[in-house]
Structure formats: C-alpha cells, structure tokens
C-alpha cells in the first residue's frame, strides 16, 4: 500500500509494500505491461509480465480495440467492468479520453441491463455488501483500515433502480457506476470513493428463483426493521467518517424523500435522484427558455411522475422562479402534476404531505375529467395548455401521440423532456416527438438517442443527465471539507451549468454542453458548489483562495506513476 504520508496527487513516486501476483492483482496499483524494467527487478514481476515495456497510451489503443470487438453494449459493459477491477488507471485512463463513447457504457442506458445481470458478471469484490442479516456487524466491516481514505460514499438499498424497479442485490450497479464517474468527471480519487448496497432482500420473484443470484434471497425486510438498518448504517457512517459525503441513489420513492428529510441535517448528505435530477433539468429548461423566449415565471409546466425526482425539479423550479419575483404559492400555481391517479388534486387518493402543495383545487379541473373522475394528461393539455411536458414516470410511452400534438397547437416549441430511464422506459421517443410536433419540440432525454433526420436537418437530442452535476458537486463538497448539503448549494451546482449553456449565444445549438466537455464543467462546478458553502458557512477552507488549492489536490489524473519498494520493517530477533 502507498505510504500514507503521501497524498493521492503526488505525482513522484509512491512507495508500495506489494510485490509479484500481488502486486499484479491489485487493481489500484497494476500496471500491467507498463511496469518499467527497475519496477519488473525490484517487485519481482520478470516472468509474470510478457518482456514487452509498454506505456498507457499503448495500452489504450489495445483496449479500444478489444472493445470495439463486442458484440453487445451489455458485453462492453462487462467489458469494462472486469478492467475496472483489473487494472483502474487505465480504466480510467479509457474513459476520460472518450467520454462520449465509453459513458453510456458504464452508466445509463446500460448500466440498467448490468443490474438486472450483475449476478452473471460479479467476479471480484468492489465496495461493499452490508446485507441485513450482517446488521449487527456493521461497524466491524466498515472499520477495515483499507477504508481509511474514504470521502464519498454512493450507497442503495436496490429497490428502485433506474425505471426498472427492484434488482435487490445487483442494484450494486448503480453506485458502481456513480463513483466511476465520481473520477472520470469530478476527478475525485478512486482511493476515496466506496460504493454500497445495503441488501435488504428483494421482491423480484425472478432474481429470487435464479440459483445464481449473488443478493440475500429473503423477501424485503419493510417497517420499522428496515429503517431500523438503514438508521444503524447511518449511525455507523458517521461514527466511521464525521466528514464524509454519503449520497443515496435508487431508494423508491417514498423512502427516498423522507430519509433526505431526516438525515440531511445530521451529515454531509443528498439525494441524487431528487437534487441532481433537478438541478440538470432545471439548467436545461433554461436552456430551451433561451431559445422560446418565454420567462421561466410564465411557463405552464406538467409533470408525468411526482415521485422523488418529480418533487425535486419542481421544488428547484419554484425557488428559480421565486428569484423571477414570483411567491411559493404563485409558482407552485404553475404546475400541473399527473401521478398514478391521473392530475393530483386536493381530493386525490394518497396524496403524500410532500406532493400537497402541488394538488389542485377540485373546483378549478371539476369540468377536465373524464366520466370516473381520472384528469389524464390530455386532459391537462386541453386544459391547461402546458408549454413544458416533463416525464418522470417511468412508463414506456406516457407521452401519447394525441397530448403531444394537442399541446404542439397551443405551444410554438413545446418543450418536451422524456427523463426515464433506460431507454426502454422513456415516456416517447425523441423521433415521435418531432413528427408530432412538426419538428418545433425542444427535446431532452434521459437516455442517449441519436440524432433525428428531420425534413433537411440533423436535430441533435440533449441527454439531461445526472452526470452533469453529481461528480462536480462531490468535488466542491469534498473540497470545501462541506458539513452539510445545503439547498444553496444544489442551486449554485444548477446555476453554473446555466453559466456554460450555449444557447444563450446560439439559439441553434444543443440545449446542452457537448459531455466531452463534462470533465472541465466538473471541476467549474465544484468550484461554485465551494464557494457557497463558504457562504453558507458549511465550508472548512476559510476562503476562496484556499478553496482553489483543495480542488486542485483533489483532481486525480489516470496516469501511471513510477513505483519504488517501501522499506520493511524490522522484524526482531530471529528465533
């Protein structure tokens, strides 16, 4: 293991106690055929390695090919995954070089597929497993020394993945993937960064049949036992690491909205399905409004899906129209929300405390409904006549073809963002999207589509993703040392993604930044993110100043650095 008295960024040598197989087999620290001739003498690697002395960009290119020689986005996925756990400089290395290609890959829309199959492809431990049987073992586990260095920590309990529903253990994907692009885009060390499921069980019938399922095969724990774990694991954390950024991702809805509310002021925490899902939609109907000219303040907004991630882009929607002048209550007018009931009204079934100040009154849409009382989203439409449509419902064609063209007569360019995910589970396709709107749609997706020929034009197709905002979040976060995650911040990581939004010059252009550019916005996000909360008074770098210098020492760069033998100690007298 490196010497701890040195910093993940020194770029001059590290001293490493690992040698031959071992060394090899350390994914951290492998080279693969990029040892040099001295590290080959002095780690005893001669005869393990093939003589040939490469370099990483060599390396590269051979796995770029390799790649490009499977089949399937699922074969690349595990493709990739197996260099992860084999060698994470030059993994990294990939992706940071070809952002574009390699980031639906490792995250969505295949990362989907790569839950629902991660059993077939588990090789080598990467995070870690706390299932619910190992409740009272928590502490133990997570006080291995090897955890030392960690500072961000993406965890899931695997009953909400993506729109895929419950994939119990191989919900273990996601936060995989998260951290993966925790250093791809935010820079943060992979030494750093711990991805977590907590197994509670599932209730996919399916995986809990397969004999090779890798998860606790027990139905999910529910109640006041599974908030019982999620509490020890909490408690735990934070006795573990007081300053750690712990994130949640994938918890169903309900679950997901109440621990953000009883948690986040206990610990440096958030919620990436709710915050980061709001501040990426957020900028990109900024974006659109820069192209229709219609103030935010004036937009008429209906949203398919008021779980987590709906609540969240409105409840960001509502503060950056408060800054337009407009009051919490008249900017929650100018919503509409559809959920399983159809239009949530006042009167509606189950309606959540949360999702309340978002119901209609009955008296206003008595006269939209249908003969048994469901307002759907034509309804609305004809009614309301929305200029923005948002979809998070995770329900394959939500957006019909009679809304769409319905709110495409009363809106010059409608804007229209499909935001579930995987492909699959998108609410329409960017394709029927123009052909019923005439080509007028300012589309974004939450899946990668290519783009549409439409009559003479290529129309690009903005994916409204995650990953413009988490990595460089965490990067502020981790810098500014940030005690808690504070709305402010949420918005300031929302507000500098505007900042970089060409639309503003160029009514033409993509709604969003090219994601090749994903890495140097991570960093400028982070740089935002600290400056609020040294505002806030959540930071512990005192200045602005100081704040620059934590961002650089927390950006790693994959590259190879020259490896030297650390000393051993003394061990006695010989017996």
């Known amino acids: 293991m490196p010497d701890k008295s040195q910093r993940p960024t020194d770029r001059r040598v590290l001293e490493i106690s690992l040698s031959g197989y071992d060394l090899i087999n350390s994914p951290r620290f492998n080279k693969g055929t990029a040892f040099s001739d001295h590290e080959r003498d002095i780690f005893e690697l001669h005869g393990l390695l093939p003589p040939h002395v490469g370099t990483l960009d060599e390396q590269v290119e051979r796995r770029m090919r390799a790649l490009g020689q499977q089949e399937t986005a699922f074969n690349k996925y595990a493709f990739l995954r197996d260099l992860q756990d084999t060698n994470e400089t030059l993994f990294y290395a990939l992706l940071v070089r070809n952002i574009e290609q390699m980031l639906p890959l490792v995250y969505t829309p295949t990362v989907g597929e790569g839950c629902q199959r991660f059993s077939e492809i588990w090789r080598k431990p990467r995070g870690l497993f706390l299932s619910y049987p190992n409740k009272d073992r928590?502490?133990?586990?997570?006080?291995?020394?090897?955890?030392?260095?960690?500072?961000?920590?993406?965890?899931?309990?695997?009953?909400?993945?993506?729109?895929l529903g419950d994939q119990g253990a191989g919900g273990m994907g996601i936060p995989i993937g998260k951290m993966a692009l925790y250093t791809a885009l935010g820079g943060i060390h992979p030494e750093h960064c711990l991805p977590i499921l907590l197994d509670v069980g599932t209730n996919n019938e399916e995986r809990l049949k397969s004999p090779i399922y890798i998860g606790w095969s027990h139905h999910r724990v529910r109640g006041e036992e599974y908030d019982a774990f999620v509490d020890a694991f909490v408690s735990s954390v934070k006795r573990r690491w007081p300053h750690v950024l712990l994130q949640w991702e994938d918890f169903a809805g309900s679950n997901a909205t109440r621990f953000l509310a009883r948690y986040r002021d206990q610990l440096c925490t958030f919620n990436d399905d709710i915050q980061g899902t709001a501040a990426v939609a957020t900028a990109t109907l900024i974006s659109a409004i820069n192209v229709t000219g219609i103030p935010l303040e004036q937009q008429r907004i209906a949203i398919v899906g008021l779980g987590s991630a709906g609540l969240g882009i409105a409840n960001l929607l509502v503060q950056f129209m408060q800054d337009e002048g407009l009051s919490a209550q008249e900017a929650r007018s100018r919503f509409y929300a559809i959920d399983r009931g159809g239009l949530v009204t006042e009167d509606s079934k189950e309606v959540r405390p949360e999702q309340r100040p978002y119901a209609r009154k009955e008296e206003e849409v008595r006269s939209w409904g249908r003969p048994n009382g469901e307002i759907g989203l034509l309804d609305v439409v004809r009614h309301a006549k929305p200029t923005v449509l948002i979809g998070v419902s995770g329900q394959t064609g939500a957006f019909t073809e009679q809304a769409v063209r319905e709110m495409a007569k009363y809106a010059t360019r409608p804007v229209i963002f499909p935001l579930s995910n995987p492909t699959s589970r998108s609410e329409a396709t960017?394709?029927?999207?123009?052909?019923?709107?005439?080509?007028?749609?300012?589309?974004?997706?939450?899946?990668?589509?290519?783009?549409?020929?439409?009559?003479?034009?290529?129309?690009?197709?903005a994916q409204i993703n995650n990953s413009y905002i988490f990595p460089g979040l965490a990067l502020g976060i981790v810098a500014a040392g940030a005690k808690r995650v504070t709305d402010t911040m949420i918005k300031a990581a929302a507000k500098e993604l505007v900042r970089h939004l060409r639309t503003k010059k160029d009514k033409e252009a993509s709604l969003l930044p090219p994601l090749s550019e994903a890495r140097q916005l991570g960093r400028a996000i982070g740089e935002a993110v600290g400056r609020q909360a040294i505002l806030d008074g959540q930071a512990q770098v005192a200045d602005e100043e100081a704040l620059s210098r934590e961002v650089q020492a927390n950006i790693w760069e994959p590259v190879y650095v020259p490896y030297e033998r650390r000393p051993q100690p003394a061990t006695g007298q010989n017996v």
């Open 430 to 461: 960017p394709e029927d999207l123009l052909h019923w709107t005439e080509g007028r749609a300012l589309i974004g997706t939450g899946s990668p589509f290519e783009p549409v020929n439409f009559g003479a034009k290529k129309i690009h197709i």
């Open 138 to 163: 928590i502490d133990r586990i997570l006080s291995h020394p090897r955890y030392d260095g960690v500072k961000c920590i993406v965890f899931s309990d695997g009953e909400r993945i993506l729109g």
